[in-house]
């Protein structure tokens, strides 16, 4: 391995899901060895056409065949892991020693029925010059998740931008997802929303951007009951709403639920907001950004004037996190296992370092409804180390999407399982 491909892999790993490279790995070997149909003979030049579609058909379903068979053996060194997991010694299973990163599962996954249901939607064994892919892999993985929790699901968070609507836009009326939603809450599995977007106490504005939403469940007539187990967790886990009856949210002070949020005063909160402002204005001026710096009681931002690269908001959000935990005392730690608890994440189009996390968000929510980590699930689109969501892995079961249209997908298998 050269110097260069170090630092190299270095620069990138924020970038990279582990278990996804693990299991893109594994499947590119019948991918290179197999993918490409064998030569014809010369009998079989004379029946050409005929022997060329059965030859692919057979490829592609010998192809189909050990990509499932991966999926087992995976599945196998999950279910491996999650025994030496019960045991106390996780890092003892063969996945630990393959993939040292590796984090607890708290659902067997069956891995291998949901690739052969993606498979025969979007013919992944039929392709001869693009292997599995991290988005391929990402989607078996979610819906894997989604057949495992489907029959013991309490309790489903989302992300609100990027999952349940277009970035910094609202939930509009006609949003595809408001029927999904109501179905769960119908079916007595509550929903929460779980977002960045802190504006304290002020419910209006929650109501605002989930107008669309609100609306859906007053023309459905949802019942007091049903719409009870609505919820809005916003500023991370700082402000807790609930639907009430005439479909407007009401907001809970930290006192009506377990929480450790009262024990952090503005004494300690606003030092660590002083760093963490300091930090993105030094990102501001050594990169000569176009971009404003906004404060809030519990979070502070960086605002572009100008749309920024991808590179430049998590370098902000990088810079931000290691201030931080060097702040803290704890370079080496983890945002979640230090003192007072931070998310620095980049936002798509902006970046910002909130006090508290999502994992503290939907833990106070499991807390509330009496919701365990394998009935919960946390469906969002940031699971990177420079995302919000990844912090909910400790405490949920999790489904990575990308975009709306993604979530929707996953909804309606979620409906379709349910159903049956």
């Not at 607890?104 to 025969?120: E, M």
């Not at 230090?338 to 968000?361: E, Q, T």
């Amino acid at each position: 391995m050269t110097s260069q491909y170090r630092v190299n892999y270095h620069l990138r790993a924020h970038k990279r899901d582990n278990l996804i490279e693990f299991i893109k790995g594994m499947l590119l070997t019948p991918f290179v060895l197999h993918a490409q149909p064998q030569p014809l003979t010369h009998e079989e030049q004379e029946a050409k056409h005929l022997s060329l579609r059965r030859r692919s058909e057979e490829a592609q379903e010998a192809n189909a065949h050990r990509y499932a068979e991966i999926f087992g053996d995976i599945e196998d060194l999950i279910d491996e892991h999650r025994e030496f997991t019960k045991q106390g010694i996780p890092s003892y299973s063969r996945l630990a020693k393959l993939v040292p990163s590796i984090g607890v599962f708290f659902t067997p996954l069956p891995l291998q029925h949901a690739f052969r249901r993606i498979n025969r939607r979007d013919r992944i064994s039929a392709r001869k010059h693009v292997p599995p892919s991290f988005n391929d892999i990402r989607r078996i993985l979610n819906l894997a998740q989604v057949m495992a929790i489907a029959p013991t699901l309490q309790l489903v968070t989302f992300d609100g931008d990027m999952t349940l609507y277009a970035d910094g836009q609202n939930f509009e009326q006609d949003n595809e997802l408001t029927s999904l939603l109501i179905s769960l809450l119908r079916r007595n599995i509550a929903v929460a929303i779980v977002t960045a977007a802190g504006y304290g106490d002020d419910s209006k504005r929650y109501e605002h951007r989930l107008s669309g939403l609100l609306k859906g469940f007053a023309a459905e007539n949802l019942t007091a009951e049903q719409v009870s187990r609505f919820y809005v967790l916003g500023g991370e886990c700082n402000f807790l709403f609930r639907c009430n009856a005439q479909y407007h949210l009401d907001y809970l002070d930290d006192s009506q639920y377990p929480s450790s949020l009262r024990s952090w005063t503005d004494l300690h909160v606003q030092p660590l907001l002083d760093v963490a402002e300091a930090e993105l204005r030094d990102c501001v001026a050594r990169m000569s950004l176009q971009a404003d710096i906004l404060r809030k009681p519990r979070a502070v931002g960086l605002v572009p004037r100008q749309q920024l690269t991808r590179e430049q908001l998590d370098e902000c959000a990088l810079s931000s996190q290691i201030a931080l935990l060097k702040f803290q005392g704890s370079p080496k730690s983890q945002p979640c296992d230090v003192p007072i608890p931070f998310c620095a994440f980049n936002g798509g189009n902006d970046c910002w370092v909130d006090i508290g996390n999502k994992l503290i968000g939907v833990s106070i929510l499991q807390k509330l409804l009496g919701s365990v980590p394998q009935t919960t699930l946390h469906v969002g689109d940031q699971f990177l180390s420079t995302g919000n969501d990844i912090s909910t892995r400790t405490a949920c079961c999790t489904c990575w999407i990308i975009n709306p249209q993604e979530t929707h997908a996953l909804l309606s298998e979620l409906e379709d399982i349910l159903s049956n």
